[in-house]
């Protein structure tokens, strides 16, 4: 008797451990991603209030600045998908975390019955909102950002090949709305192969969340 209790203390400890470790884990993605939005929009900021400026001068006017202006803001394209893509793998990475959490609240709820009505978050491992809506502030305002440099891309080399302005601001517009679809169908895509994969991991559907 005293071996098996020493097992369940055991046990419980272990899970608590897990279960903090989980939770650290989901808020240091979080913040992650919050800091690696902000440093996306100074460096944008910062470089396009450069590239004002700069254009501003006589002497950087022509083929040559507008060339080194697309070879800058392709950069910062890139890191601004890098930036989008981790707001995702960032939701992926919670929706599992949060299920696995799930699965040990869902332990103590079995063990202890009572504690049912205070307990605030589910304890079933199905697809969290994370995955099963594509909404996140921090990704949206980084596919805004990304859509905008697109679109400031595609006007430079317009301009760069001579179309006028008129054309040069229809395919700036053009370009701003596709890509931001092009990220949203992205994102809509990785999500929805994530409640796949969740789904099929599941042990513990909300039809079964009723512990008698």
Same mark, same amino acid.
């Given at each position: 008797m005293?071996n098996?209790?020493s097992?369940?203390q055991?046990? &419980?400890?272990?899970?608590?451990?897990? !279960?903090?470790?989980?939770?650290e884990?989901?808020?240091?993605l979080?913040?992650?991603?919050?800091?690696?939005?902000?440093?996306f929009?100074?460096?944008? %900021?910062?470089?396009l209030?450069?590239?004002a +400026? /700069?254009?501003?001068?006589?002497?950087?006017?022509?083929? +040559?600045?507008?060339?080194?202006?697309i070879?800058?803001?392709?950069l910062?394209?890139f890191?601004?998908?890098?930036?989008f893509?981790?707001? &995702?793998r960032?939701?992926?990475?919670?929706? +599992?975390n949060?299920?696995? &959490?799930?699965r040990?609240?869902r332990?103590f709820?079995?063990?202890?019955p009572?504690?049912?009505? !205070?307990?605030?978050?589910? !304890?079933h491992?199905?697809p969290?909102?994370?995955?099963t809506?594509?909404? %996140?502030?921090v990704r949206?305002?980084a596919? !805004? &950002?990304?859509?905008?440099?697109c679109? /400031?891309?595609?006007?430079?080399i317009?301009?760069?090949i001579?179309?006028?302005?008129?054309?040069?601001?229809?395919?700036?517009?053009?370009?701003?709305?596709? %890509?931001?679809l092009?990220a949203?169908?992205?994102?809509?895509?990785?999500?929805?192969l994530?409640?796949i994969e969740a789904?099929?991991s599941?042990? +513990?559907?909300?039809?079964?969340?009723e512990?008698?």
């Amino acid at each position: 008797m005293a071996n098996k209790e020493s097992i369940e203390q055991g046990t &419980i400890e272990f899970l608590i451990a897990e !279960y903090n470790e989980i939770s650290e884990e989901t808020r240091r993605l979080r913040q992650e991603g919050i800091a690696r939005l902000n440093f996306f929009i100074t460096i944008t %900021s910062s470089t396009l209030a450069v590239l004002a +400026f /700069l254009g501003q001068s006589k002497a950087m006017t022509g083929v +040559f600045f507008q060339g080194a202006a697309i070879g800058v803001l392709v950069l910062l394209l890139f890191i601004g998908w890098d930036t989008f893509r981790f707001t &995702i793998r960032r939701d992926e990475r919670t929706d +599992f975390n949060r299920r696995a &959490i799930a699965r040990i609240r869902r332990f103590f709820a079995v063990q202890d019955p009572k504690i049912q009505p !205070y307990l605030t978050w589910q !304890y079933h491992d199905e697809p969290m909102h994370w995955v099963t809506n594509n909404t %996140s502030n921090v990704r949206f305002t980084a596919q !805004y &950002i990304l859509s905008f440099i697109c679109a /400031l891309i595609a006007g430079l080399i317009s301009n760069l090949i001579g179309v006028n302005p008129t054309g040069t601001t229809i395919i700036g517009v053009v370009v701003l709305i596709a %890509s931001f679809l092009a990220a949203q169908s992205y994102a809509a895509n990785r999500f929805r192969l994530a409640q796949i994969e969740a789904k099929e991991s599941m042990r +513990f559907s909300a039809k079964q969340s009723e512990i008698p």
